[in-house]
């Protein structure tokens, strides 16, 4: 989370220092998708955070609304349920339609 911020700030400083606009900056976010204890592992799925100035006005605002979105990704379970559909359409039924 802090990453995510720390990046849409640089980010937003690069372009200002450039006097070019910065509005919405979209970011690709990896959720893990490791079970309890495994220690290796390529198991996650991206999903992505727009952030708009409103929400890097200050530090505070800008980390709760990148927790939020976290959050949301998680609640929704995107992540799983991206992996679900892969797999289905990798089955034989999926590969027959």
Do not use: Y
């Not at 605002?61 to 349920?81: G, S, Y």
């Amino acid at each position: 989370m802090l990453l995510v911020a720390a990046q849409a700030k640089a980010i937003e400083r690069w372009k200002q220092l450039r006097g070019e606009p910065c509005e919405v900056i979209s970011m690709e976010v990896h959720q893990n998708l490791r079970a309890g204890n495994q220690e290796l592992s390529n198991k996650f799925s991206p999903f992505i955070i727009d952030l708009q100035p409103r929400h890097r006005s200050d530090p505070k605002t800008l980390l709760r609304h990148v927790q939020q979105m976290q959050e949301q990704a998680r609640k929704d379970a995107i992540a799983q349920n991206m992996v679900c559909l892969l797999f289905l359409l990798d089955t034989w039924p999926g590969r027959a339609t």
